[in-house]
Each structure stands twice: as C-alpha cells, then as structure tokens.
C-alpha cells in the first residue's frame, strides 16, 4: 500500500471510528489470543479504540497481513457479547453478517471481522440513496438469510448505525447481535427493563409490538426495521418519527402515523407505495413476513 493510501486508511478510521492507538501494554486480553490464534508475536499487532459501544468496548485490531480484526470486550460478563458470539456462529457462510473470528465470549470477548463497510448516518444518507437498490436487495437477502436457520434468528436491533454498506463490493452487512434472539423464544425476566431504557433513536425503528413487548420475538420487527431505513433514504424522514411533537408511544399514535405514511407514499410508483405499505404495517397480523415485495418493487423502479 502506498503511504498516500495508509494515510488515507487512517483518515477515514478517524473520521468513522474515531481511533485512537494504545499502548501494547494497556491492550485487553483479546488481543494475546489474537496472537495465539495468527501465529504473531504482540509487537506486530496494532490495536486503536474503535468505539465505547453500550454494551461494550469495541477495539480495532490490524493484523500483520494488514488485515483489520474487530475485537470487542465486555465491561463484566456480558449477555450481549454471548449473544453476538452465538447467533453469528449460526449465521456464518452468509456475506451479510461479519465472519466470526473467535469465539472468546466464555472470557468476556469476541473477534470478528471488521467489516470494511460505513455506517447508514446523517452524513451517508445520499451515498444509501443513490445505492438503494443494491442496499434493499442486500437487507432483504440478508433478512432471508436470518430466518432461514432452523429456528429463525430475528436480530431485533436493526438501526442506521447496524447497517454497513461496502461501496466498493455492493456488501450489506448488518452488525451487533446483542440484542437477537431465536424467532418465537419467550423474553426472558428483566428484559422489559432494558427496552425502556433505549434511546430515542432505536425507538424510530422499533414497531408498536416491539415497545410493548408481545410478539417481540418474531420476524416481522427486523421487516418493520429495515423498511423503516429504506423509507428515511428516500423521504429524509423515519416513517414512525418519534421525535415529532406530540409523540407518544401509543397504539393510537402508530394508527395516525401510519395514515400519514400512506399520503406520503403518494408521490411513488404504486407498486413501491403497496409495498412500503404492506411492510410498515403497525399491526403485524397485516405486516409482509419479508422484504422481498419491497426490494423487487425499488429494484423495478426509476427513481
Ligand atoms: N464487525 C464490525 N465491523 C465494523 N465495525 C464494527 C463491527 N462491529 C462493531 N463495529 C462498530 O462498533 C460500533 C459498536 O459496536 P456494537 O454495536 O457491537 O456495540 P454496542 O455496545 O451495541 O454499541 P452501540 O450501543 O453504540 O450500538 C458499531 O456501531 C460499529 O461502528
Ligand atoms: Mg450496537
């Protein structure tokens, strides 16, 4: 790689992971598996802190052969860090989940590629946009590939930042497993807690079922979700925006918001319009089971 293109890597790391290197001595205890696992001595690993995530730390990890390994490490024994470990172990084989590298869960750590995608943000709307035909059919493969585990898997957290597009391969890839669970599973006690406590932004993507917690368990929150981001690429707004006025977390509110969608879906083909429609349904007895409607329609189409 030319210094130009490193200097460039680096960059870009600081601007999307906001990296800053450590200390060998200061690394966590991921990085001597990591080690142990590639066949390398310390000194030729390079570690940066990539985020403060809510559930965990996450560490960026470049390995000699210049390859970046995500290595992520819990505070205290961490539920969303076996999770992460046990449903992408289930999901392996599949371009549109990270390749699960170690599984170090049992000692407080996972490592998994560090996909080389960016985040869906503020800032990356337009580059989704002009890309949304590949990025629909990515999530919706990627949904297809979830619930085509025996039982299906329902990631359950699907948001901006979990949606990683590769612009150079067209990969979609979405992140953090911490919060997926077997499809029809039962919660179990004390998670009820934890859903209140979610930020503002989850909520956007989060239907009515999933904030009362009945029917949490099912396929059709991840469609709500991932509808939810294809429909704020093309309005520049959620279709269940919480943060308009007046919002209440109520089965009235998603009625009324649900009518404005509609209006709003006015001005695109009818094909896409039934879609959206049918995918951002707010009672799930009516909602698609999939978004295959929905990707086919936008790939369809000329917008
Ligand atoms: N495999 C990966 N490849 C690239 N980046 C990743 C990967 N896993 C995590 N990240 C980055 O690290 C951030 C935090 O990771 P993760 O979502 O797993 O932790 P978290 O504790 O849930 O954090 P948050 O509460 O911010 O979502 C992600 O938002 C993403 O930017
Ligand atoms: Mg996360």
């Known amino acids: 790689m030319t210094s130009f293109a490193k200097n460039l890597l680096n960059l870009c790391k600081r601007v999307y992971f906001k990296t800053v290197t450590y200390r060998l001595e200061t690394l966590p205890a991921g990085v001597q598996s990591i080690c142990t696992e590639f066949g390398l001595s310390p000194r030729t690993v390079k ?47 599949s371009p549109h989940f990270p390749r699960l590298v170690i599984d170090g869960s049992k000692k407080g750590f996972v490592v998994e590629e560090q996909v080389s995608g960016i985040p869906y943000s503020s800032h990356t709307k337009s580059l989704f946009r002009k890309n949304l035909k590949k990025v629909a059919q990515g999530l919706a493969q990627a949904l297809t590939d979830l619930t085509s585990r025996h039982p299906a898997i329902v990631h359950r957290d699907i948001k901006m930042k979990h949606l ?7 990969r979609v890839v979405l992140i953090d497993f911490g919060s997926a669970e077997f499809e029809g599973s039962r919660l179990p006690n004390g998670r009820r807690s934890f859903y209140r406590k979610l930020g503002r932004r989850t909520h956007v993507f989060q239907p009515f079922e999933q904030l009362t917690e009945q ?76 978004l295959w409607e929905l990707a086919n329609a936008i790939r369809e189409t000329d917008f």
């Open 47 to 93: 570690c940066s802190l990539c985020s403060f995530g809510g559930q965990h730390i996450v560490y960026i990890v470049r390995i000699q052969s210049a390859e970046f390994l995500c290595l992520k490490v819990a505070r205290k024994e961490s539920i969303h860090l076996e999770r992460e470990a046990k449903y992408l172990s289930l999901l392996q084989g």
């Open 164 to 170: 990683l597009f590769d612009f150079i391969n067209g």
């Open 215 to 290: 029917h949490s368990q099912d396929r059709r929150i991840d469609v709500f979700a991932a509808a939810s981001l294809l429909y704020s690429m093309i309005f520049d707004e959620f279709p269940y925006d919480n943060s308009v006025k007046g919002f209440e977390q109520s089965w009235e509110y998603y009625q009324s918001r649900e009518r404005r969608i509609e209006s709003r879906l006015s001005i695109l083909p009818p094909k896409v319009a039934r879609a959206f429609i049918n995918a951002l349904k707010a009672d799930p007895n009516e909602r698609s089971r999939d």
